[in-house]
C-alpha cells in the first residue's frame, strides 16, 4: 500500500526526525514559556508525507533524536503546519521565519552559494524532552510497520504515534 494511503488511512501517524540539542533545547524553553508558541524549523528535504498528514489529520506528534547524539528519542512535540518549497519573497515565509530559534533566526532559507536550499519549513508547539528516552528503532514506519533503521539520518520518517 502507497504511503500516501497509509496516511489516509491513519490517524495515528506520528512524525520523526532529528535536529540538533541546541536548537531543540531553546524549543523546550520556549513551550516552557508558553506551550502554544509555535516555533519554525528547516529541511533541505521536502516534507510531502508530513504535509499530507496535517492536512488530513490536523497537527501531528513529532519525536526527535538529536544529531551527533545517541539513537535515543529524547524530546517530542507537535507539528502544527508544513510550508513546502519556501520562497523568501512569500509573506507567510517571511513571518514563519520570525518564530526560529534565537540560534537559527539569521539562516534564512540557507540562500549562501553552494549550500543546500531550504525544502521545508516545519513548524511545531509545545516541544518537550521526554522523561524516558528511547531508541528511534522502536518507532514503526507508517508504510510497512518496520522499524527505523538504525543509521537513519537526516530526513524525516511517518510513524506510528506511541
Known amino acids: 500500500m502507497r504511503l ?3 496516511v489516509k488511512q ?3 501517524c506520528a512524525i520523526f526526525s532529528r535536529n540538533y540539542s541546541e536548537h531543540l533545547d531553546e524549543a523546550v524553553e520556549i513551550s516552557n514559556n508558553n506551550p502554544r508558541q509555535i516555533i519554525t524549523f528547516r529541511s533541505s528535504v521536502v516534507w510531502s508525507s508530513a504535509k499530507k498528514a496535517i492536512e488530513t489529520h490536523g ?3 513529532i519525536y526527535f533524536a538529536t544529531v551527533g547524539d545517541s539513537n535515543l528519542v529524547r524530546y517530542e512535540g507537535n507539528l502544527e503546519r508544513v510550508e513546502l518549497n519556501p520562497e523568501l519573497n512569500l509573506q507567510t515565509v517571511q513571518e514563519l521565519l520570525m518564530y526560529c530559534t534565537e540560534s537559527t533566526r539569521e539562516e534564512g532559507l540557507w540562500e549562501e552559494v553552494g549550500k543546500v536550499k531550504v525544502k521545508t519549513l516545519y513548524v511545531i508547539s ?3 524532552k521526554i522523561n524516558s528516552p528511547f531508541p528511534f528503532t522502536h518507532l514503526r514506519k507508517l508504510l ?3 522499524p527505523i533503521d ?3 539520518s537526516y530526513s524525516y520518517a511517518l510513524v506510528y504515534e506511541i
Open 59 to 61: 497537527q501531528r506528534k
Open 4 to 6: 500516501e494511503t497509509q
Open 150 to 152: 538504525d543509521n537513519f
Open 10 to 12: 491513519n490517524s495515528h
Open 144 to 146: 510497512d510497520a518496520s
Open 126 to 128: 509545545n516541544c518537550q
